[in-house]
């Protein structure tokens, strides 16, 4: 059997390397090759895409490789498709032309998405705007056309089925994943001072000067792991005050366990969140969590269970993240019990059969 994996429309195996999701991403389709499954991956990358073809076994690259606008490389992948048996988006973005591409060759179709675009550009822009319309009219075409959707929470699953009216006999809910071989828990950071981490894309999204207010006069060290336009704005806000913030940028996600097991606890500030890799891959290196008690969050943590939760604003997380750094107890427990509750949902092996067995399905 051959899966065509169409990427979010605009991205690149460049794109993943660049911003240190190449291992990750890559990590369920080494697996599934290794099941028997042949593996295509579909890029908006050019000829430089080609070079990646070593990072799975027998792996074919489809590239803009001749350097064509956007709209002329969809239709050349509409026009010339692929000899596979299913085809796959990756997000929202893009999935319509996965889903064209699979109706040319005859080939069934998965509709998957991490989190519900119509969501994120209504959070955006506003639920009015051209954006969110767009995105709710490109929801329900490509996930009433799919031979099954995959999301990866129940919440997102119980969405699809109430908005679009997709029996929910075709929602499979398959969550983000982790090597949990590879993230596994450390000794901490060892330092005088408690070491907050924060991995994610430094924008609006991520609720980071409300993190900073809440602790810049707090004793504690801060690392923030990521890119985004923010950077520059949250650098200058983080001056002054008694805590001191460290912005580590971009990092590969095969060093990015290392860093994690330096640090004592994870805090993560999202005012909205699909099924957030950084928040379980932090649990999964033994990491207490403090996360804010929202959409996409409030799914994996289960306060004073496996984590804690506050509300946005900087009094609460400030709140959350003092009990933390005085109660050494609670962030072992937190921390066991974070580690556990990953390993029991979230491992790769886990996830990859759960994949491994929809595939099975829609070929018979």
Known sequence: MNLALFFTQGVSLKTWSTVGMLDREVALYRRLQALGIGIDFVTYGDKQDLAFAHIIPDLRIHANVD??????????????PLKADVFKSNQMAGADIAMGAARKAGAKFIARCGYMLSEVQSNKYGPKSKHAKQALKLEKAVFNGANAVVVTTQRIANKVSENYGVSPERINVIPNYVETDRFYPGKGSGSSKTRIGFVGRLDDEKNLFQL????????????LIGY???KE?????????KAEFRFLGSVGNQDLPDLLRQCDLFVFPSLYEGHPKALIEAMACGLPVLGTRV?????????????????????????????????AALRQRLARAGRAYVEAHFALERVAELEFDLLNRLAD
């Open 233 to 241: 704005q949250l650098e200058e806000f983080s001056e002054g005050g």
């Open 228 to 230: 985004g336009p923010r």
């Open 295 to 327: 959409q996409g969050i409030q799914e994996i943590i289960t306060h004073e269970d496996n984590g804690l939760l506050c509300n946005v604003d900087a009094a609460s997380i400030r709140e959350g993240v003092q009990r933390l750094v005085d109660d």
């Open 212 to 223: 900073i207010k809440a602790v810049i006069d707090m004793d504690v060290e801060v690392w």
């Open 67 to 80: 350097g064509l606008k956007l709209a002329a490389y969809e239709r050349k992948l509409l026009s010339q």
